[in-house]
């Protein structure tokens, strides 16, 4: 096969990102291996090569060096998960920036990619398929009798299967959000409900399975483990070669793949090349290799798909055509020339500067050549006397990080955003931060804006007094679209402010999508998701769920903008049926109700008890970066209704429902109530601990910046 050429020569590709653990990063790096070894010269060391082909884009970004940058051959990402998640990582998005060419191997990621901006150089290079180790062999089928005999897997009982990991990493107490281990378990308990003519059995596989484990045989449903027990970490230990899963999948009568993101996952391959019928959420590439049939938004219609296969064998009378759909999608043949496309443009890009070169808005803080009047420049003056002679931190240790957070602070009852501004400021302290608040008096290690409500007049200043401090910019909005105004009266002011700081952290995927749509280019960002303060907002003395009551529904509210839903609750107050409802809102609201209990604004603590008295939370704020009052709701265990826009449905997964319609939420209301702990159980979200842990990642990489070493 002819090879790409460059500077007369093969081209030269380095694939990085395997772990030498066996595991799927490893499949990843070989297969990449294999398939531009067609085209290319495929070398050993990064000094050798063109171009770096980076199958774990997570591991290149936090070894990358962007000082050094220069020195470096090019570099290529290949998306083996979902790039909106990637972006949480500080690095990612300047490592994109100036990355050659990015590769998504599948329709969402490549939607994904185009979405924040990179629609220049983002290709879809399907998902490898891969079938070593899978084939059938004439001895199967007594390996499959003798694993089933010691697995005591009665002849007759229906086998699902799940082969993910489901921990989180080597804390085996807690569940890995993305793989969907309490979805899963949601899924089987409902639908072992309702089968009640066949054995259910649960086939479980691979390492760091203990959460599944522990949760199903406490739920009562009988499962099996292959591999070996161990109490702590199984990591590597149970991970399975290929020969192993293939006989472990032809014991199975369905696979669930559950995850709440993914790049694949490869059970989707797995499952066809065994001849297993699988059933999936709508991540990776499950929309494009699998029936729309066999896909799930929640969990009843999952369990609904359970049943309707163990009954009437529903998704394996879908093999073929899931077979068929994925040989279309991903082959040898079709990844190669895709490939082979990439990188001829690759080669002819190479040595030209890959920067990103859209059309940025003009924004300034500042009018060009203004003066500074004697007033402006005795203030000034005054301040930095204060600065001199201020004695700050006696008791400050030497390594102790000093911390100023900028936001107009408030007593609650406010918004959002000082709600969050109030819980970062609690949590940081207690990792031992000193926090200030508005100080520009006192040198700190970092200063963490809140867009711009805070004097923002002082940027200028600040900068040229605090060098060597870390200016992180914490964004929502865009302002201008929940506002209903023109970018130049909020937007371009919060640019204009971005313009001093070293990195950018929003709070959603569409708040980033939304800025960049405008124009804006923001200063290195990525995204750190919200949380709330779990003193407050948890499960502790919920009211439990009963259907021997009213069903409560509540909304709270700090905010009276029409865009946070008015109309939406007026029209609820006319059309529900009260007879077996009762709804609170909390809050402020420009409408009188006939039927909905108003109240007034209150502190947090009260909020926590009105929504630990509620079952359901009705959100119907539009245009929403990262709502904390849905956040705050999540956490005192309500699934959530809420109209499908802005970020919201990041926020809530598969702990509620969205609406496009109004008329969608009585139906919506009474699903909920008939499956309410199945809702419940699938409720997650990040802690205040996770939060601070991204922030603290987030200045150690400005202090990089900083400091010049990147």
Known sequence: MKKIHYSGRALRVCVVGSDDHGWALDTEAR?????????????EYESEADVIHSVWPDNTAMRWDEKADEN?????????????????LPKMYPLMQKSVALIAQGNQALNELRSIGFDDKSFLAPYPYDSKGYEIKDNDDLKLSEIRSELNIPAGAYVIGNFFRDSLGADTRHTKPQKGADIFLAIIKEASSLIKDREIIVLLAGPRRHWLRRELKAAGVPFRFYGKLIEGDDYPVNILPSKTLKLLYRLCDLQVAPSRWEGAPRALMECSLTGVPIISTRVGIAEDVLPKQL???????????????????FARSRLTESKDKLEHFSSERICVAALRRIYTRVAGKLGNNPDDNRPERH???????RRISVTGATRRIFRFARRMLYRPFKNKQSNQMVVTLWNNFQPPPYGGANQFFLALEKWLGRRGVIT???????????????????????????????????????????????????PELNDDIVFAVNKYMDVTL????????GCLDIGYKPARPNIIRNSVDADTFNMEGKSPFSHNRKLRLITTAWSANVKKGRDIYVWLDKNLDFSNIEYTFVGNCDAEFKNI?????????EVAQHLK??????????????SNAVLEALACGLPVIYVDSGGTREIVGMGGLGWADQTQIPEMIELIRNKYYSFQQCIAFPTMDDIVDKYMEAIEYGKQIVLGNL
């Open 295 to 313: 896909l799930f938004d929640d969990v009843s219609s999952g369990s609904r798909l359970i049943v309707k296969d163990a009954q009437q064998g």
């Open 597 to 605: 209990n108003k109240l007034p604004p209150v502190p947090s603590e």
């Open 613 to 626: 008295y509620a079952d359901i939370y009705i959100f119907a704020s539009v245009l929403e970066s990262a």
């Open 72 to 88: 470096l051959p090019a570099i290529v990402l290949s998306f083996s998960n979902a790039p909106s998640r990637m972006l949480e």
């Open 506 to 513: 929003f709070q959603s995927l569409y708040s980033m999508r």
């Open 436 to 486: 200030l608040r508005n100080d520009w008096k006192r040198k700190s290690d970092a200063h963490i804006f809140n867009s711009i409500w805070f004097d923002y007049n002082l940027m200028d200043e600040l900068k040229r007094q605090f060098p060597e401090s870390v200016f992180a910019h914490r964004i929502d909005g865009p302002i201008s679209r929940y506002r209903d105004t023109e």
């Open 31 to 43: 297969l990449a291996k294999e398939n531009l070894s067609k085209i290319c010269e495929v070398v």
């Open 363 to 369: 924004v300034v803080l500042y009018p060009e050549n």
